[in-house]
């Protein structure tokens, strides 16, 4: 049992995404198992995965661990053949804070990046019209607090304040000197959202957890816009620079799970996860000065549903392998198929291992893949069609220390 | 712990490699490309304007190396070898039907102040480009501009003085013997495009309908029209070659016809009932109102012989728009108190454009026939057109029929661009991939260059 106390948080790699552009690297001991973690619990990276579980810990605990997330992407294009994409790698960051008050009450800080995503596309491009980059990113700090109401149950609560930014560039269909112009927008703004869990021992060797974390509604003005390369003909339809606003609304997620230590030495756990998408119906830009640069881009988002399988084996009470597997539906649909966001049903495969180094300091490391079906799409709104292939390579570190 | 560490590696050795392995490769497995039963070793592109390559009001280097035809051929490359030869001009202005260079685009000062206008690039055409350049060929590409109908087994059409400069300058022998009809029995195609009949159109309908001897005006045209078509496809197929027939798109809907509105005359509340109330007496018929209004045309059949035109009639884009913004041509000049109608040159009237209408409707479906008894893939342009007229997408870049921003048309208001080209390409391969069984891939039409603004 103690064992899972020494979780080394693998780095989950951020490249990781669960439907639409949630990442699901937020602990480097829960990606190496799926991602399935809110029945697992007890270590500092509850404060993300269940809050409910973090008073059941018998210690303070700090994590810290980041992933490197490369996603690679093919467009399959009806007149140019394969093109890749030029997806920048990714390193999403966590830290964890779990702080024990009085046996009963710990108080706790996250902080990570749970909705990232950065699509880019060569400027030349074929859909350079659509989409030439789209990079969004979020930090969520999260003070957390967690009460265990008894030996068994531990219920946790924390409040999200988030901070977002995005920059969106493509190209604008005027010719002069340049063969097309260009259009860049940068922006960010903030939410706020919580998040709870409830955390629940049935017997020693089982356990359940559900966490809600609610939606956050990235609400971003006055951001910059530029044009460039505008021939002067159209010096007043592009004007050099102006700002605009727009609005990222990242869902909410309920996970549930359950786990179970078939021997003192093997723990299992699935979960199931569900990502209200739906309310990524639309991605707008809006130009209070300017009406008619406005781009509104339908999405309709549906909710998704994710189911995640994790297991760990105790070797030595210092060495802990893990292994975990999730299935991942698309909830973008196919008639609204970008190349900002080209998504599909994926599979993650992950492993890891745990090692503790010394009484009070253990480092966990993950490896991940995780294969995104290819799809075959349109993008309604422009008339863009194709087939999207990607694969993510998740690779990460973390080390924990108890106190 | 070094056996924790061995034991580590050895599990997680193969995981990385997988890993490795399963991400760099993304790449989507391509359909396989086939010409189906169609043979593209050897292709013959057969028109007029179109075919040629010509836009922006002339037949220039850069327009031909966009032509409809060499387009094609890239995407037929995937399939087959292509050595396609285009008879090109010299870089640079190029020349005109009307002698003229290509047209560029930029701001113009006019009495009603400065309006992005295609002007001429220089003071004329380059005649060089007449240069005879027959003995480098076979061409690929035998469009002809202006080519007509009638014209195809005509022996004097090589002829630099009696015949047209544009077939001239790369006939075999300038000798009054060789025809467009040699040309193709020559050539051995095993695939060809036949695309014309623009240019049977045009000549009437760009002089505003005045030209009453043109061959089309006569009500028999399509009996001629069918003798050559029968005899064209005898010669194109002679050896079992297969090709793709463009129908007619309706010409009046090119943005030379529709570019200016037939309401273009805009009035203040003011300045309609002050016009009204001048000529109430003698011309009821012309009630002008606040807002947009017709132009005034002669009409002898209307009452003292004037009226306005109706929403089915076209005024030309050559009509002088500083006469028509500050003189009131089209309308009612109140400062010096005169009526003005738009000379007839620049009016497509109803029962013209009936004509032209009427024409396009007979070309095509002789040209459907044709397809159907040679087995042919028919490529319906017309329908291109029309779908332009409400608008398309392709890869988030809008094209429509609108003048100079609607992407598909040239600065002559006729012609279209390259990118125009490509979907006009992009309409034959998919008929080619119908007919033959074919999977050839389209044009990336936002590839291809545009109108260039100042």
Not at chain 1, 348 to 369: E, F, H, P, Q, W
Request: contains cysteine; proline residues 4%.
């Amino acid at each position: 049992m103690r064992k899972i106390n020494f979780f080394l948080a693998i780095l989950l790699p951020s490249i990781s995404m669960a439907g639409g552009f949630q990442i699901n690297t937020q602990g480097q001991h829960a990606v190496s198992m799926g991602g399935a973690f809110t029945a697992v619990g007890k270590k500092a990276s509850s404060v993300f995965y269940n809050p409910g579980a973090m008073s059941m810990a018998e210690k303070s605990s700090i994590t810290i661990g980041g992933n490197y997330l490369k996603t690679g992407t093919s467009y399959l294009s009806p007149f140019n053949g394969n093109v890749k994409a030029e997806n920048p790698s990714l390193i999403p960051l966590h830290a964890y804070v779990n702080w024990m008050i009085t046996e009963k009450i710990f108080v706790g800080l996250g902080i990570n990046n749970p909705f990232r995503s950065d699509f880019k596309w060569d400027d030349d491009w074929e859909g350079r019209y659509v989409s030439q980059e789209l990079k969004f990113n979020s930090w969520y700090f999260q003070p957390t607090v967690s009460y265990k109401i008894n030996e068994n149950f531990g219920i946790g609560c924390g409040v999200v304040f988030g901070l977002g930014n995005m920059m969106f560039r493509k190209a604008i269909p005027v010719e002069g000197t340049a063969s097309f112009g260009q259009e860049e927008l940068k922006i960010n703004g903030s939410g706020i959202g919580f998040n709870l869990g409830l955390f629940y021992k049935f017997n020693k060797e089982g356990s359940v957890g559900i966490c809600y974390r609610s939606a956050v509604n990235f609400k971003m003005k006055n951001g910059d816009a530029t044009f460039t390369d505008i021939p002067s003909t159209f010096a007043d339809t592009y004007p050099s620079s102006l700002k605009f606003n727009t609005e990222i609304k990242c869902p909410s997620v309920i996970s549930a799970g359950i786990a179970y230590h078939f021997t003192s030495a093997l723990l299992t756990t699935v979960q199931l996860d569900f990502t209200a998408w739906s309310s990524f119906d639309s991605l707008n830009y809006i130009f209070p000065d300017h009406p008619g640069l406005e781009i509104r881009t339908g999405r309709n988002s549906k909710n998704s549903i994710c189911g995640r399988v994790g297991g760990q084996y105790s070797f030595t009470e210092n060495f802990d392998l893990r292994i975990g597997a999730a299935y991942d539906l698309a909830s973008v649909p196919q008639d609204h198929l970008s190349p900002d966001l080209p998504e599909a049903d994926k599979i993650l495969l992950s492993a890891g291992a745990g090692y503790k180094i010394n009484r009070m300091l253990s480092a966990d490391l993950t490896v991940g893949i995780e294969n995104y079906f290819e799809r075959k799409g349109q993008f309604s709104d422009a008339n863009l069609n194709g087939s999207y292939k990607s694969n993510s390579l998740i690779v990460g570190i973390g080390l924990n220390y108890e106190f | 712990m070094n056996s924790d560490m061995k034991q580590t590696k050895k599990i997680l050795a193969p995981l990385f490699l997988l890993v490795f392995i399963c991400s760099c490769k993304t790449n989507i497995e391509e359909p396989k490309i086939t010409s189906g039963s169609a043979d593209l070793s050897n292709y013959l592109a057969v028109g007029g304007s179109f075919t040629a390559g010509y836009m922006d009001g002339a037949l220039y280097l850069e327009g031909q190396q966009n032509s409809f035809p060499l387009i094609l051929s890239k995407s037929f490359t995937d399939v087959a070898t292509q050595n396609f030869k285009q008879p090109l001009v010299n870089p640079g202005v190029g020349i005109g039907l009307d002698s003229n260079s290509k047209l560029i685009l930029i701001n113009k000062a006019f009495c009603y102040g400065s309006a992005l206008t295609p002007v001429n690039a220089a003071a004329s055409g380059d005649a060089s480009d007449y240069t005879w350049i027959g003995s480098q060929g076979p061409y690929n590409n035998i469009g002809v501009p202006g080519l007509r109908i009638y014209e195809i087994n005509n022996q004097l059409l090589g002829n630099p003085q009696a015949g047209n400069s544009y077939y001239a300058r790369f006939v075999k022998m300038q000798d009054n013997d060789h025809t467009i009809l040699s040309d193709i029995t020559e050539f051995n195609a095993t695939f060809f495009t036949y695309w014309m009949g623009m240019d049977d159109l045009l000549p009437y309908a760009l002089s505003g309908g005045t030209a009453d001897n043109d061959p089309i005006v006569n009500s028999n045209f399509i009996t001629t029209f069918d003798t050559y078509i029968d005899l064209m496809f005898k010669t194109l197929c002679a050896d079992n070659a297969k090709g793709a027939v463009g129908n007619i798109p309706d010409v009046l809907d090119f943005p030379y016809f529709t570019a200016i509105p037939y309401d273009g005359v805009v009035l203040t509340e003011e300045e309609a009932s002050q016009i009204n109330s001048i000529l109430a007496a003698s011309f009821p018929q012309l009630q002008y109102h606040e807002g947009n209004n017709p132009f005034v045309i002669d009409d002898p059949s209307a009452p003292n012989g004037k009226r306005f035109i109706a929403s089915n009639e076209y005024v030309l884009m050559n009509v002088p728009l500083d006469s028509v913004k500050c003189f009131h041509l089209g309308s009612y000049d109140l400062q010096n108190g005169r009526l003005l109608s738009l000379p007839d040159q620049y009016v497509i009237d109803g029962a013209e454009g009936g004509l032209i209408r009427q024409r396009r409707i007979e070309f095509s479906a002789k040209l459907k026939e044709i397809a159907d008894e040679k087995d042919l893939a028919f490529v319906d342009i017309y329908d291109l057109v029309r779908h332009l007229d409400s608008g398309i997408k392709f890869n988030g870049v809008a094209y429509s029929l609108e003048f100079l921003h609607g992407n598909a048309f040239s600065l002559d208001g006729i012609h279209t661009t390259a990118k125009g080209n490509a979907l006009i390409a992009n309409e034959f391969i998919k008929a080619i991939n119908v007919q033959y069984g074919a999977s050839l891939r389209e044009a990336d039409v936002n590839a291809y260059p545009g109108i260039i603004f100042p």
